[in-house]
């Protein structure tokens, strides 16, 4: 069982940013308001998530790390309708075989917190501890029982960077939600709770918010909204191309393809725009179940999605709107 949990490791957590997202998202599924992540030295020493959640039961803590043990879905079925960001109860267990994990819960009717240590085979019975509310999870030394794998971490600085960018993606889908970066004991970014405009621009920056067109257009099956960078924004966009299917990151050639031929129709300009884009479908619609690191999907109607998009991101252009 550890021995098939790290190698399920190997594809959930290629690195520290990776273990970050999948925590990250369960913080989001427990409903937190507020999200605070320290990391030492770019992950690898420590990735500690503190939410304000639902929090765990007692006698659900050694359970929230088996694999395939997932509370969000119980029916194949319920796969087609989802809406929590995880559903194949594979991340805790994966990252707990691959570091010293410790996770410290507390449930509003609970008189105090419960928590549990894990490292390698051995999973502790809850002990008592202090929280006033939600789930704190402390990641340490990633990899530490495999050095094969942790030769493959790049400098501390591409795992923060990389870490950062996880960061970032959660932070412009969830504009509600208050997030705190720490890295080295130094604060990173603080993000309010804001609308999505405000989330945008204290992501990536006023001159990206103050160069860029709102779009919002619905149709009976989808409704797509955010900002499209004009071409006065000469900043490098490849990086700032960022994609929400009902609040989930996706990278998509088909989404890409649609804004480049947009930008190319009304503008004649041959480019990657920059993009914060959400697109709200029907679960049905789209099925998420297609890669572990699901930043890939796949629609039912393709072709559809492929005009609504170009069209929207059209008309968005051919009258700028901020
Ligand atoms: P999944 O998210 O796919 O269900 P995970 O391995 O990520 O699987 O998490 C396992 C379970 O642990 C979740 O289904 C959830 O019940 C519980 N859990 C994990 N993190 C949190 C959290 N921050 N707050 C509340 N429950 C959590
Ligand atoms: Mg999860």
Redesign the pocket.
Known sequence: ELLINQIAAGEVVERPASALK??L???I??G?RKINVQLQQGGVKQIR?A?D????AKD?LQ???TRH????ISTLEDLYQIT???????????IAAVSRLTLT?RQAEQGHAWQILVEGKSISQPTPSSLTQ??T?DINDLYFNIPARRKFLKSEATEFAHCDEAFKRIALSQSGIEFVLQHNGKVRRHLRAANSAQRIASVLGEEFQQAATWTDEQSAEMRLHGMVALPAYARSSRDRQYFFVNNRFVNDKLISHALREAYRDILHLDRHPAFVLFLDINPESVDVNVHPTKTEVRFREPRALHQFIFHAINKALASPHR
Do not use: C, P, Q, Y
């Open positions: 999948e925590i998202e369960n913080s599924d427990a937190a998530v939410d959640g639902i929090g765990i659900e359970l929230a790390l043990s997932t509370s969000k929590s960001l995880g559903f194949r109860g594979e991340a805790l267990a994966s819960s939600g789930t999870l």
